[in-house]
């Protein structure tokens, strides 16, 4: 069954997209453009994701909009990979390229815009909430302090980034991403040691997953332009867990997934070879964090998948 298509607005308004040919990007502008907005990419190589969306006005530099563009919605998704090489200091001089430089860069051409955007949706994650140690069931809300670790201190430098364009009369609002499942993004990587007959515990199995079907992700953000309209007073910036309401463990993510490809989930992956492989980044595998999507619950969203079973079924 198709799923309803996702409403973002009644007036059709223009939109510029960083990250627009990335994994949450692709699937964000495809529901903007069914929902009958203008769409801005902004991409390193505007030729080639042409290709992908032709629909798409793309421009390689905010260069090359003048102030005089009209933009209604900001949504800021930019951003290097995380998982990968791993985090020397010139790894992480990158990663805060992409993510903090840029968006202090994309704050500075809506000081300049002579129009401003009523909204900025900028992408974080939960990352900020550091790792929790294993054992703790404790729910972490978008109260919930960070930690001194390089992972809390990207996303922390990231949404202060965003955050200056209040001054210039923007509404910010910072979505803390969990895992984000679809059919692209890092599920195939995890499903594949499943897939192949060799899935298991990673590590000791016990870390907490705060995962997200991609349609919820683009749903939240909807949900968060639909309330953004409704606001009164001076703009602000907001938070927003944007993960599922079930959090499972790893194990218990292996489980399902094996029940649902019909694969074996006996073969466990001690966690010292992916520190050696991997340094301070394993931490994003072997530890978690239990986060809970409190605002939107408290706003009443409604949640396509909010079980992993159902999430992972419609991806098979």
């Given at each position: 069954?198709n ?12 939109v510029?997209v ?5 994994f949450?990007?692709?699937h964000?502008?495809r529901?903007l ?6 769409v ?6 505007p030729?080639a994701?042409?290709?992908i969306?032709?629909?798409?006005r793309?421009?390689?530099?905010l260069?090359?909009l003048p ?18 090489p ?8 990158a990663?805060?390229?992409s ?15 002579e ?5 900025l949706l900028?992408?974080?994650?939960i ?10 069931a ?8 960070p930690?001194p ?10 949404e ?7 001054a210039?009369?923007v ?9 984000v499942?679809?059919?692209g993004g890092?599920?195939?990587m995890?499903l ?9 515990r ?9 995962w997200?079907?991609v349609?919820?992700v ?9 309330l953004a ?5 001076p ?8 993960t599922?309401?079930?959090?499972v463990?790893q194990?218990?993510?292996s489980r399902?997934a094996a029940?649902?490809w ?9 966690g ?22 409190r605002?939107?619950?408290?706003e ?16 098979r």
């Amino acid at each position: 069954m198709n799923a309803a298509p996702i409403s973002f607005d009644t007036c059709k308004r223009t939109v510029l997209v960083t990250g627009a040919t990335g994994f949450v990007g692709g699937h964000l502008v495809r529901a903007l453009l069914d929902d009958g907005h203008a769409v801005i990419g902004l991409s390193r190589d505007p030729q080639a994701a042409r290709r992908i969306a032709g629909a798409v006005r793309w421009v390689a530099t905010l260069d090359e909009l003048p102030p005089s563009t009209p933009v209604d919605v900001v949504v800021n998704l930019a951003g290097a990979r995380i998982l990968g090489p791993r985090w020397s200091a010139a790894r992480k001089a990158a990663l805060r390229r992409s993510r903090v430089a840029l968006t202090r860069r994309l704050v500075d051409w809506m000081a300049r815009a002579e129009r401003k955007p009523f909204l900025l949706l900028n992408a974080s994650a939960i990352g900020y909430y550091g790792v929790q140690r294993l054992g703790d069931a404790t729910e972490l809300d978008e109260s919930a302090p960070p930690q001194p670790v390089f992972m809390s201190d990207l996303c922390r430098e990231w949404e202060e980034a965003a955050g200056a364009a209040v001054a210039h009369g923007v509404r910010v609002e910072c979505m803390r991403f969990g895992l984000v499942l679809g059919r692209g993004g890092a599920l195939p990587m995890l499903l594949l040691p499943i897939r192949l007959g060799l899935g298991g515990r990673l590590g000791s199995g016990r870390q907490w997953m705060s995962w997200i079907h991609v349609e919820d992700v683009v749903g939240a953000m909807a949900h968060r332009w639909r309330l953004a309209l409704e606001a009164s007073g001076p703009p602000r910036a907001g938070i927003t867990n944007v993960t599922a309401p079930e959090c499972v463990t790893q194990l218990a993510f292996s489980r399902c997934a094996a029940r649902l490809w019909r694969r074996p989930a006996i073969v466990p992956t001690p966690g010292w070879p992916v520190r050696l492989l991997l340094g301070e980044q394993a931490d994003l595998l072997l530890e978690g964090q239990r986060v809970a999507p409190r605002r939107l619950q408290r706003e009443g969203f409604v949640f396509r998948y909010p079980r992993l079973e159902g999430a992972l079924a419609s991806l098979r």
